[in-house]
């Protein structure tokens, strides 16, 4: 197994799992009629009900119609029917979520530990899936998929939490014998540049006296990492509108008529991997505090479809372990059995602290669905109706008593010592509420720079490990300069910070470019009019400008050579004259092969496409307005695969909220022959937004389709 996009980006959305079990509780059945599903003119659902549970049925078969086979490649993984639907590679997403026993988990939590109002409303949830499956058999390639159930929900969750603490990769790890070495280090896991932004000031901050919320996920734009954007509206008090990941019960982030919050990637040391001491002289046994204890063993039997879509199943045998440590794995390699500790796997929380999080109506009862520690990761910035900005460095870190050794390295499994069992306290965590210069933000850069100087959270507070990321990346330098320098900030001017596509002129990443940046036309007369152009720069990153052609191509080839991954845009990297000559010789000769110049426009090679659309994309890697290019296959130009996925920003006043606006930056739905596909991308190109109101009345005033499922 190896810690790959592929199985991060099968799993780590995943909100469901499934294996059809009865439930301890019987819930009445939804009437479809009681369900009503409002489409605007952007085939954006709004969902409405008399109940929570209603309005989780509608939200189940809006993102059915709109990304079915998202929804089924996670209902396979959760059913361990991956290796039915994909074969091989299938196989290892079932051996996975296997591994770190997350059904017997949520089949010895859930009923006990879950509130009797999330019951009701992921009932709901699964009610309208598997209606939705009933209703489209023709939609579905693994029938037994189908039915699912609120314990097969929470079995996901447990799924995806643990793929976001990077556990996929350590049991990869063990498995290939890498911890076999002598002293190994893993260290920091290599990351895909999947961030965010977030920001909010208030009153005292904002030109008119409103706090203000900037909510801006960094993900995948296409696939499984791609958001979905939904209005929630029951009578019970669920009105909230935003993006959450495909599949989901609850929307990851939002706002409602009191507050909201963005979320952004955080980085902390969330896995810790034991070697175990064995029994020379009796198998699968361990020691543990002077004793001997057993391993508990644990065979699946993994369904392999040898031809993918066909027929031919083959039962694959596999064991894994369980020890006092948890998940435990015997390497390939060696004799070595290795116990793999994280967070991901000990909370059966994490839909029910979305779901309060969507229903909070106040910073007191939004504190109280974050203490239920179900999400194993991501920072929060907030602000609501109360004039209240908060910023906390969020998620489920182990707190790891003994500091006395070495948490980076693989650590002795033999010793209740350094077996921990419970998280660092919200509250304890990086955090800032309400500071007086009237602004907070993260980028993904350190906990320790969320406002202005003199009022962060105070670095040493908390163990090195709470920090893997020191330091500022692009974005933070760009997005503290403007909020430090300005005041009487504008709605107008609040969005244009995020729309911002400057390079800043410090910085870790800008000082490793000084090689590229200070080359001599004189030395390298062949690249003259590219180093009179670099020289003449801007720093703008706009679509009619040249110079970020040239850089663009610097840096990716200096990231594949050098296996950069985002902590470069914080830490920067080493390069050389020669280098970055090479490679941008060999770009200019590509130019002027596919282009017949060497002066082409940013706009021209940096491209938004989906389906039949392929528009000039402004922004770098890094920006404010961010995009991570891939290469085009036959031509030379790049499509970005990460970048804005979602953009919300909302105004509050006193009396509640005030002013909404949002935009997908391509289309919400991932369906190629829906008109929704991508009919926002040239908003996007213009930095416009779409104005939103959570009134229901203001909603049936703009809808193009009203109908019930059925």
Known sequence: MKNTLTLLTAVVLMVFATTPQANAQTFAKIAPQNVTIVRDSFGIPHIFGKTDAEVAYGLAWANAEDAFDMVENLVCIGRGYMGRKDGKDGAKADFFVHAIGARDIV???????????????????????????????????????????????????????????????????????????VDVKYGQVKEKPVGSNAYAINSSKSADGKTLLCINPHMQMDGQLSFYEAHLHSDEGLNIEGPMFQGSTSLAMGVNNNLGWGMTWNHFDRVDVYKLKMNPKKKHQYEFDGEWVELEKRPVWLKVNLAKKGKFVLPVKKVTYWSKYGMTIKSDKSDNYYAIRFPGNMSVMTGQQLYEMNKATDLESFKKAINRQGLSLFNIVYADNKDNIYYLHHGTMPDRKDQTVDWSGIVPGNSSSCLWDCFVPYDSMQHVLNPSCGYVFNTNNTPYNATCEGQNFKKGSLPDYADLRPGD??????????????????????????????????????????????????????????????????????????????????????????????????????????????????????????????????????????????????????????????????????????????????????????????????????????????????????????????????????????????
């Open 473 to 710: 990346n692009m974005r933070a330098i760009r997005l503290k300069g403007f909020l430090d320098k300005t005041d009487n900030i504008s709605f107008k001017q609040f969005k244009d910070f995020k729309f911002d596509v400057t390079f800043p002129t410090s910085g870790k990443f800008i000082e490793s470019l000084a090689p590229l940046f200070n080359l001599s036309a004189d030395k390298y007369p062949d690249l003259k009019e590219q180093i009179d152009i670099l020289k003449k720069w801007n720093r703008v990153a706009d679509i009619h400008e040249i110079a970020p052609t040239y850089i663009g191509i610097v840096v990716m080839g200096l990231f594949d050579n050098k296996s950069c991954d985002d902590a470069c845009f914080i830490s920067g990297f080493s390069t050389t004259e020669e280098e970055v000559v090479k490679i941008l010789r060999a770009g200019s000769d590509s130019l002027r092969a596919y282009y017949g110049t060497v002066k082409v426009e940013w706009g021209t090679v940096n491209r938004s496409i989906r389906g039949n659309k392929d528009l000039p994309l402004r922004g770098f890697a890094d920006m404010l307005s961010p995009c991570y290019p891939t290469k085009v296959k036959g031509a030379y130009k790049f499509k970005v695969k990460y970048g804005d996925t979602y953009i919300m920003f909302a105004s509050f006043g006193k009396g509640g909220l005030e002013r909404l606006e949002a935009l997908q930056p391509q289309g919400n739905s991932l369906n190629p022959d829906s008109p929704h596909y991508n009919d926002q991308m040239e908003l996007f190109s213009r930095q416009q937004t779409r104005p939103l109101s959570l009134k229901k009345d203001d909603v049936m005033k703009k809808a193009e389709v009203v109908y019930h499922p059925k």
């Open 107 to 181: 089949q010895a939590r859930y009923e006990k530990e879950t509130s009797a109002e999330f019951k009701k409303y992921l009932n709901g949830f699964v009610q309208g899936l598997n209606a939705y499956a009933a209703a489209h058999p023709e939609q579905v390639s693994v029938p037994k998929a189908f039915p699912i159930t609120e314990i097969d929900v929470q079995v996901s969750y447990i799924a995806i939490m643990s793929l976001l603490c990077h556990a996929e990769g350590s049991l990869g790890d063990a498995l290939d014998g890498k911890y076999d070495k």
